[in-house]
């Protein structure tokens, strides 16, 4: 069983920062693939950034320049740091990871901008 947890999601100002982390546990393998995606109340879920087993990231263009995807391999993490928010970013945020030809989701952090 793989177990993905989300944290560090919160109510912030707009202009602050946030720094999300997600944990994998209950696995043997590293996932090849993991990824962020954020859902807003009435709209699909949407990929925010993604980062590979070698480090190789991409972002959606919305967030480009602000959010920055990292991972530390040694302790399962993937981590979302999230500077200059926007009220447009408030969605749950969810942790995804890959391992052909599975995708495992954590629960999802809330994160609210207060303008």
């Known amino acids: 069983q793989v177990q993905v947890v989300e944290s560090g999601g919160g109510l912030v100002q707009a202009g602050g920062s946030l720094r999300l982390s997600c944990v994998v546990s209950?696995?043997?393998?590293?996932?090849?693939?993991m990824g962020w995606y954020r859902q807003a109340p009435g709209k699909q879920r949407e990929p925010v950034a993604a980062i590979t087993s070698c480090g190789g990231t991409s972002y959606a263009d919305s967030v480009k320049g602000r959010f920055t995807i990292s991972r530390d391999n040694a302790k399962n993490t993937v981590y979302l740091q999230m500077n200059g928010l926007k009220p447009e970013d408030t969605a749950v945020y969810y942790c995804k990871g890959s391992l052909w030809p599975n995708d495992y989701w954590g629960q999802g952090t809330q994160v609210t901008l207060s303008s």
């Open positions: 209950g696995s043997i393998f590293r996932f090849n693939t």
